[in-house]
């Protein structure tokens, strides 16, 4: 992502780099394709430094890649086809102009240019509210990153596979992720809960062994934003955890950029496994085939896998307006464990909380369609885990298979609200770190 801050971000890696300064921001950015994973990508190679007006450090690189055996092709070599239209420009008017331009020329669909329209100013919204002097610059140059990389993927629609390895060369999908949700965090009061708990799941992932996070699910930006507070304390949780992600991220056409730079098993959701009644069988077979891929993950240790076993994103209850985490479904979460259980690699399973909705809230209802309206705002968020929860220690006086999955599932979700509540009354209370209980120690570890 094309971030303005105070440090420098690489989304390309090129095997020599030159710079170039300019002594104001300019999005005229240098374009060439790339061979990668079997697909063209049309990148710009871009680095951005602190220096005074945010000014652009442009990089050339060599027509051939010697890491990883990408062919990079210079530009106006004959076989550049991606559009340039939204890396060229230099001010918003250009930017929505761009829109304009690619639906009436019919390269863009006009449900995604009215979405493409809507996101800027929703997200030019939630950035000004930050506060932060260079807000313009963020947003347009944010933005046209956001836009190129949707346009592309218009034009060249990028497949998943059951297990989906994060994209981060040639073009670094993972960085661009966390710089579009970074200006949206208001970090002054964002809060961790058990950042000591992180600490030694990084050091048991080091030891080989295997850990399951089990938590409630709030928004598109849930990964981001669990990367972007972790990412100074335990960057190999930040970077390497694996979602297990459901049909609607990895197929809305605004939503697929963000998703390419996670680690995914790709699931498609009860929730929405009979909305078309034809499909529901392929969809279950799909869903064997990524059951596999985990398993397999499993077995070769040292993987941090996040699930959100009530199916969907929490929703604010009708009545009351109040949010809380949607409950958990005993089969996924019994599934999990056994998979974990079963992989003879050591495993530990967390109870996880998130509050993060207030920055990118799901639509009320559960929409079947694809191509939800993008709300978005600057706004604090929380992440808390608690201790693990052993499986055999909780169930011990249970009488059937049937009492026991629901009472670890009780368990772990009692847990979640739990921290939940900790996290609502240190951001939503205004309490800040003296809504600390015993069993939740908040912190800001990002000071």
Request: hydrophobic share 35%; net charge negative; with cysteine.
């Amino acid at each position: 992502m094309l971030i303005l801050s105070a440090a420098p971000h690489t989304f390309f890696s090129t095997s020599r780099v030159s710079h170039r300064s300019s002594p104001s921001l300019s999005l005229k950015l240098p374009s060439f394709s790339v061979r990668y994973s079997g697909r063209r990508c049309f990148c710009p190679c871009v680095l951005y430094c602190s220096k005074v007006g945010g000014m652009a450090e442009l990089a050339e690189v060599e027509k051939k890649d010697s890491t990883g055996g990408a062919t990079v092709v210079a530009s106006g070599s004959g076989e550049e086809k991606h559009s340039r239209t939204f890396l060229d420009v230099r001010t918003e008017e250009e930017l929505l102009a761009g829109i304009r331009k690619e639906k009436e020329s019919g390269r863009l669909p006009s449900n995604v240019a009215s979405g493409l329209e809507e996101l800027y100013h929703n997200y030019r919204s939630a950035v000004f509210k930050s506060g932060d002097p260079k807000a313009d610059e963020i947003v347009l140059s944010n933005m046209a990153v956001a836009f190129d990389r949707i346009f592309l993927d218009v034009e060249d629609p990028f497949v998943f596979t059951p297990y989906h390895k994060a994209m981060r060369e040639p073009f670094d999908y993972y960085m661009f992720g966390q710089n579009y949700i970074r200006p949206l965090v208001d970090f002054r009061n964002s809060y961790v809960g058990n950042i000591d708990i992180f600490c030694a799941m990084e050091s048991q992932l080091q030891q080989g062994h295997n850990i399951v996070l089990i938590s409630n699910h709030q928004s598109e930006a849930d990964p981001a934003i669990i990367a972007l507070s972790l990412e100074k304390t335990t960057p190999r949780i930040a970077e390497d955890m694996t979602y297990v992600a459901g049909d609607r991220v990895i197929t809305d056409t605004l939503c697929k950029p963000f998703s390419m730079g996670r680690n995914l098993l790709c699931v498609y959701s009860k929730k929405h496994m009979n909305d078309v009644p034809e499909l529901a069988e392929m969809k279950r077979r799909a869903n064997t085939r990524s059951l596999k891929e985990m398993a397999l993950l499993l077995r070769g240790g040292s993987q941090i896998i996040w699930i959100a076993p009530s199916g969907g994103r929490d929703r604010p209850d009708p009545v009351t307006e109040e949010w809380y985490p949607a409950p958990f479904d005993a089969s996924s979460v019994d599934n999990m464990r056994r998979l974990a259980e079963h992989s003879d690699v050591p495993g530990h399973i967390y109870p996880m909380a998130l509050l993060c909705h207030d920055i990118m809230p799901p639509p009320p209802q559960v929409e079947k369609d694809i191509g939800e309206r993008r709300v978005i705002s600057f706004h604090g968020a929380g992440l808390s885990v608690a201790p693990e929860i052993s499986f055999l220690e909780i169930t011990a006086a249970c009488g059937n298979p049937e009492e026991a999955k629901e009472t670890y599932t009780h368990a772990l979700y009692n847990s979640v609200v739990e921290q939940y509540n900790v996290l609502k009354s240190a951001i939503h209370g205004k309490q800040g770190l003296n809504a600390s209980t015993p069993y939740v120690s908040l912190s800001q570890p990002w000071n």
